[in-house]
């Protein structure tokens, strides 16, 4: 069956960064879209970023020019370069499996979805 597993998440200073990995098994990782959403106490979970089969991404508007997405297909894994980390920045993060090659901002387009990595940002 199809697999999501996510790391890198933990504790880290407002100003500071962290590069989440999601690595997939049980499906050719190359053909699919992935995309980051993440999920903070009390509210609906957010889209962050998304990158489809061929490379090409796209941010929310929170976090554009700080996070970075990015793909590598010999190793079935999709990474997120966070930088200049802010508390709002605090959720649990899941990654995400789209059900084609494209990529969508909405979490009801993607197929399969990790257990989520925690990420908080001291202020």
């Known amino acids: 069956q199809v697999q999501l597993v996510e790391s890198g998440g933990g504790l880290v200073q407002a100003g500071g960064s962290l590069r989440l990995s999601c690595v997939v098994s049980?499906?050719?990782?190359?053909?699919?879209?992935m995309g980051w959403f993440r999920q903070a106490p009390g509210k609906e979970r957010e889209f962050v970023a998304c990158?489809?089969?061929?490379?090409?991404?796209y941010y929310g508007d929170s976090v554009k020019g700080r996070f970075t997405i990015s793909r590598d297909n010999a190793k079935n894994t999709m990474y997120l370069q966070m930088n200049s980390l802010k508390p709002e920045d605090t959720a649990v993060y899941y990654c995400?499996?789209?059900?084609?090659?494209?990529?969508?901002?909405?979490?009801?387009?993607?197929?399969?979805w990790g257990q989520g990595t925690q990420v908080t940002v001291s202020s």
């Open positions: 995400a499996t789209s059900r084609g090659r494209f990529t969508s901002t909405r979490n009801h387009e993607y197929e399969y």
């Open positions: 990158i489809n089969w061929s490379g090409g991404e």
């Open positions: 049980g499906r050719t990782f190359s053909n699919y879209g």
